[in-house]
């Protein structure tokens, strides 16, 4: 069991990060450590703890990515942003590979202090996103939040279900999130994002996390997004801007058939955890 831990506190426009370096030396954190850190971090917690680690392919490294209930998470868009940005520092580049679930992908900094990562090609078919039962991911009834419309189910590594609707403000997502999220339909859960369309090339979002819950923002929610959007006919083009409660990220979805995500990184702080004194 860990008694001493280094770690930095970052976001992604408000979505919460606890990441560790685990290249050298040991760092699996149980879970009550992780939510010892989690409620010391920032007040409400972290939402997800990025574990970097040493590469299994040709990356740089390989980033493990966990929620805070503990659950493995195969992407994380504004979390790998964070980490490429550190590592890209600490390299003294402008581009990395960094390896996840999902594979290997490529960021480079962009301009004005902000990270573009290529979070790779989304997923459409039922049983990749995965849906229990073969059907038109386009629109998907989902019991339970019929009133919300059809879903569009896309998977950027990890799966998204993206409503959407007239107005998000007035949701409430603390009740209809987790009624989505752990719907029957979706064997591993699912994110969830519910979408106003403020014209064609912008989008409101708000969001639900499978794992972490409601959270200021989300990379791979917004980029699952856009790519629902010009599924669905209300994007001009194949970019758009996401407003979400933390801030704008920036998504084009490629001729390439990738999906690019563009936004800023932000440390919080640098600590050191000393589990031994510290009593849950
Ligand atoms: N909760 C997500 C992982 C983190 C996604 C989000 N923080 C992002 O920036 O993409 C899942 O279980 O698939």
Redesign the pocket.
């Known amino acids: 069991m860990i008694n001493e831990l280094a770690f930095i506190k970052m976001h992604?426009l408000g979505?919460d990060f606890i990441v560790l370096d685990g290249r050298k030396s040991e760092v699996a954190l149980s879970q009550e450590q992780f939510h010892i850190m989690s409620d010391r971090c920032r007040g409400v917690g972290c939402?997800?703890l990025l574990t970097i680690l040493p590469p299994k392919d040709k990356g740089f490294a390989y980033v493990e990515?966990h929620?805070s209930d503990g659950?493995l998470?195969?992407?994380?868009?504004?979390?790998i942003r964070c980490v490429a940005s550190l590592l890209m520092d600490e390299d003294n580049v402008n581009k990395i590979v960094l390896e996840t679930m999902n594979g290997s992908l490529v960021c480079t900094r962009s301009s004005n202090e902000c990270v573009t990562v290529c979070m790779g090609k989304p997923n459409f078919n039922w049983s990749d996103i995965p849906i229990a039962v073969e059907t038109d991911t386009l629109k998907v009834t989902v019991l339970g939040a019929e009133s919300y419309g059809p879903a569009t189910m896309v998977n950027i590594g990890?799966?998204h279900a993206v409503f959407f609707v007239d107005d998000v403000e007035i949701l409430d997502l603390l009740s209809i999130g987790p009624l989505i999220e752990n719907n029957l339909i979706f064997p591993k859960?699912s994110?969830v994002e519910f979408v106003k369309v403020l014209s064609p090339n912008r989008l409101r979002v708000r969001f639900w996390?499978?794992?972490?819950g409601m959270?200021q923002?989300?990379?791979?929610?917004a980029c699952a997004t856009v790519v629902a959007g010009i599924l669905r006919g209300v994007i001009n083009g194949r970019s758009a801007s996401v407003v979400q409660d933390g801030g704008i990220l920036d998504i084009t979805w490629g001729s390439d058939e990738q999906v690019y995500m563009t936004g800023p990184v932000a440390i919080s702080f640098l600590g050191i955890i000393d589990f031994s004194i510290i009593k849950s």
């Open positions: 992604g979505n939402n997800q990515i929620n659950s998470a195969e992407a994380c868009g504004n979390g990890n799966p859960r994110n996390e499978r794992g972490a959270t923002a989300c990379g791979s929610g």
